[in-house]
């Protein structure tokens, strides 16, 4: 069966590419229906990676973040017509401490191969979960980026110890918003407090119990735990500020990527004898415990919609293009691409 995969070849040049699926193999098919830009993606899309990464991973087809509609199950795992959200991570291998997500050996797609821009993605049963069948497909499309910050959450609670009478969360993007959502459920008893640099995004963190801007940050104000969810340039700031008022032995996750190193305080580190753990990307295990949390609390769904940016119906290689060029023109959200044959 041919298939129909749409590759960046260079910086802003998506080209089409055919390959063959193989409909003998006990894998799924799945026929993309709603996808979501990433950053990642936007890196890669605007060329503003490094010249010898591009070259090393283009031609390739972009998204990790999407949900699609089951048109093939050959071991009957799946109904045709389902909608299932796609998992981009893809180990090879099973390691009884390591988690599929951090193995070296896993692959991920769209970041050394082919990710979901396709006209059908052929991958494992493993690597799909089934959708509450009433879910809004927008959201739904986000679920892998929304899976990290579970991801994250699920190790901060096996890691931090028991006192959580306040985590703070510095950041007030889309990690950041989504982040504290989840927190909000999973420890209902503890107080959120959010510190970024914007009063406007701050003001959609309703849930929460209280915002507060970095420059304005009461001197005897303290965390028990925070999550930085910043990354880029401004990681040094936040974590330093973190460490500044996080309570010793407190745990601080870090979850913004910067692309170089950043400098910390390892003096305050060493002296309140802080925990600091990373968070990447997310498996199987995180998927389904995200998808689980959507049905148990369908008002999540409802807090993440307002992360929606821009909505974009793709036909054609040039939409494709308008698409990524309005998503860096949004201050917040996500721009979510319909996939319409």
Known sequence: MLNTVYRLTAPRKIEIAFTELDLFSSDVIVRPTYLSICHADQRYY????????????LPMALIHEAIGEVVYA?????????????IPNTPVEHDD???ENYLRSSKFRASGFDGFMQEY????????????????PHVAAFTELVSVS????SRFDKIAHARRNIIGVWGDG??????????????PDTKIYVFGIDEKKLQDFTFVDKTILTTEIPEDLTVDHAFE???????????????????????????????YPVPINTRMILEKGLRMFGTSRSGRVDFLKTVEMYEKYPEIVEYLSHMIGNVVTIRHIKEMGEAFDLDTKKAMGKTIMKWEK
């Open 229 to 259: 969810c910043v990354g880029g340039n401004a990681s040094q700031i936040a974590i330093n500020q973190i460490i500044d008022y996080i309570n010793p032995e407190g745990t601080i996750s870090i979850l913004g990527v910067s692309e």
């Open 46 to 57: 605007q060329g503003t990676r490094d010249p010898k990464v591009l070259a090393k991973k």
């Open 174 to 187: 889309n990690l950041s918003y989504m982040t504290s959502v989840f927190l909000r459920k999973f420890f």
């Open 97 to 99: 401490i390591i988690a």
């Open 121 to 136: 993605v052929q991958l494992p049963a493993d690597r799909l979960v089934r959708l509450p069948k009433d879910i809004d």
């Open 74 to 86: 050959p071991d009957g795992s799946f109904e045709i017509g389902e909608q299932v959200v796609m």
């Open 150 to 153: 579970v991801h994250a959450i």
